[in-house]
């Protein structure tokens, strides 16, 4: 009868990609090394979950901030566009005024430069409020 000769603990090794650490023969943990280990395992875990509910929170909260700067400078374009029609009808105004002046007047430049100057500071002084108004708006 033929005996049965146990298999070799060789194996054939098969083309490796890269060379790999031979294992090393582990000592068992003790059982407080093994409890440790295992908090540690999940405080990282908690750590990870954190930090991606961070990262969505600051994701959340950046396209937040973004609605809401459009929505502002949506408001604010609407109240440039005001600003500006107002504007424009205080020229238009003056343009008229400076044509009745200069008819109804005649000769009297004098007079006519008094109206022109008060109708020109008045539109000055309210283009220089809006442009203060749209920088703070802006600064803020």
């Known amino acids: 009868m033929a005996t049965m000769r146990p298999k070799s603990k060789t194996r054939k090794k098969a083309p490796a990609k890269r060379a790999r650490p031979a294992k090393r023969s582990r000592r068992p943990m003790p ?4 409890a440790a280990y295992g908090e540690i395992r999940q405080g990282v875990q908690h750590l990870d979950r954190s930090i991606a509910d961070l990262r969505q929170g600051l994701r959340r909260a950046e396209t937040k901030i ?4 459009r929505k502002r400078i949506k408001a604010l374009r609407a109240e440039a566009r005001t600003q500006m029609q107002a504007l424009q009808v205080r020229q238009r105004e003056a343009a008229r005024s400076l044509d009745r002046l200069g008819v109804a007047a005649g000769e009297s430049w004098k007079e006519i430069k008094r109206s022109a100057d008060s109708i ?3 539109a000055r ?3 220089v409020a809006v442009g203060r108004r749209f920088r703070q708006a802006l600064k803020a």
């Open 31 to 34: 059982r407080e090394v093994r």
């Open 66 to 69: 973004e609605a809401d700067a």
């Open 120 to 122: 020109l500071s008045d």
């Open 125 to 127: 002084r309210t283009a």
